[in-house]
């Protein structure tokens, strides 16, 4: 079954903290007057422009293997690969904030008002990902309102671009859940437009199911680990 629905912004509304994380200020680092009053500027600003919304759409282990295959061009061994057959349920999804932030960042950069621009690209891409956690929250309601998952039951999302799922998957992920239904469409080098938005897997298994070594060639490279500490979050549940 395939769902549309809305937030409004305020549910999406990054922390002040994320925000400043994502434009590489660590937690705990005391701001001055003027950076805290344009991440405030930035929050305004998105609250006015933000529109979210997204789509989910239950799909089978068989099915999503096709759609996981992609292009071919994923790492041999993935999280991802090594989880969704093991699945109880399996959902794509893709969440938006809409284009107006994306509009109001690029004219900021445009009118030379950098720091304003950089601090609304950081709050966007942080309510994106606000946004991509309410969809995964909202499907694992439904599921447990179904009876589904207690008492150990665990909800996580994936995505292509990242940790050995090739972002050319992206292509046949919008071939099977049309999130062009909500607005988003997708380039031929694989980007989402509007830019603020996320897609990928929301995998319900029980909550050992989830968890893997962080030991993939590729997390080497990986300078967030935020593996870790999804998984962490899932067992203090
Ligand atoms: S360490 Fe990084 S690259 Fe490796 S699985 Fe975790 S998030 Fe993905």
Redesign the pocket.
């Given at each position: 079954m395939t769902e549309t629905f809305t937030f409004s912004p305020d549910e999406v509304k990054p922390t002040r903290e994320t925000v400043f994380e994502n434009q590489g200020i660590p937690p705990g680092i005391t701001v001055s007057g003027p950076v805290d009053s344009i991440c405030e500027q930035a929050l305004a600003m998105l609250a006015r422009t933000a529109a979210p919304a997204g789509i989910t759409g239950e799909i089978s282990a068989a099915e999503f293997e096709q759609v996981y295959q992609g292009e071919g061009r994923n790492d041999p061994n993935t999280?991802v690969g090594g989880i969704f057959e093991r699945a109880d349920h399996l959902a794509l999804f893709t969440v938006t904030i809409g284009e107006r932030p994306a509009e109001e960042i690029a004219r900021l950069f445009d009118e030379n008002e950098f720091a304003l621009a950089s601090m609304l690209d950081a709050a966007a891409s942080a309510a994106a990902d606000n946004a991509a956690k309410l969809a995964e929250r909202r499907y694992g309601d439904v599921l447990r309102g179904d009876g589904w998952g207690a008492p150990d039951g665990g909800v996580l999302r994936y995505s292509p671009g990242?940790?050995?799922w090739h972002v050319s998957g992206q292509r046949k992920l919008f071939d099977y859940l049309g999130p062009e239904e909500i607005g988003v469409t997708l380039t031929n080098r694989f980007l989402m437009q509007p830019l603020k938005s996320v897609s990928g897997i929301i995998i319900a298994a029980h909550r050992d199911v989830h968890k893997?070594a962080?030991s993939?060639p590729?997390?080497r490279?990986?300078e967030?680990?935020?593996?870790?500490e999804r998984i962490r979050a899932l067992f203090a549940e």
């Open positions: 999280p990242y940790c050995g893997f962080a993939f590729f997390c490279e990986c967030t680990r935020e593996c870790r």
